[in-house]
């Protein structure tokens, strides 16, 4: 009887709490500060919790470290665009890769998204030039070569001025309809067209291999 009447008490000053105290009050942030946490929701791979740390973070920083955060924001949309050759993000047109002296001009290598040009310059063996479709082809997305970058690199190709394209698109579903669509249309150019190799990791056992990795690795088997 004693516990019975205990856990009613309990109950009761839990209910009590509960509605003394609404939750939408517990939670509310300052409206500027609500707002950052928004505009920061939008960013991708970062949740509420994650934007509220960043909020946060930002408000305990100094105003230096502030305005410079917001004119990095701004100098990044005011000066930044795509090169009107590659598509590759940049604040001079043409960009720096396709105005060098010094790179093959006549080498094209294919790529889905500004950021796969970086993997590609760390092999430090690459010395031609991109070209940024900045996508791969997804019907089950809405995705078409009409909404891809391609025209452009067509127009390349005709005028005459490329030997081959590498394509490097990813090794997913998009990126090989997207390396077949690549390579039916160039081919009809006469350009010679090839596709980066896939197999297996440097360092990994062959063991633990899945078997569209391992058919790939030996598609991709070359003279010794």
């Known amino acids: 009887m004693l516990s019975a009447g205990f856990h009613l008490l309990n109950y009761q000053i839990t209910q009590l709490l509960s509605s003394s105290v609404p939750e939408s009050s517990m939670s509310k942030f300052a409206e500027p500060m609500s707002r950052l946490i928004d505009e920061l929701k939008k960013l991708p791979g970062v949740g509420a919790k994650s934007a ?45 890769y396709c105005t060098s002296a010094t790179r093959n001009q006549r ?33 089950l997305h809405g995705i078409g070569p009409e909404q891809l970058r391609i025209s452009n690199l067509i127009t390349r190709v005709d005028a005459g001025n490329v030997d081959e394209v590498i394509v490097a698109t990813n090794p997913t579903v998009e990126g090989e309809a997207t390396a077949t669509y690549l390579s039916q249309q160039l081919k009809r150019v006469g350009v010679k067209v090839t596709r980066i190799a896939m197999g297996i990791p440097v360092g990994s056992d062959i063991e633990y291999t899945d078997e569209i990795t391992m058919l790939k690795a030996m598609e991709g088997r070359r003279d010794m």
């Open 107 to 139: 080498l094209v290598c294919v790529v889905e998204e500004p950021t796969n040009i970086a993997a590609i310059e760390k092999t430090k063996h690459f010395n031609g030039v991109f070209h940024v479709l900045h996508g791969a082809i997804s019907p």
């Open 52 to 96: 509220q740390r960043l909020a946060f973070y930002i408000l305990r920083s100094s105003d230096e470290d502030a305005e410079a955060l917001a004119a990095a924001v701004r100098d990044v949309k005011a000066n930044l665009r795509l090169c009107s050759v590659c598509n590759n993000i940049t604040d001079v047109d043409p960009c720096v």
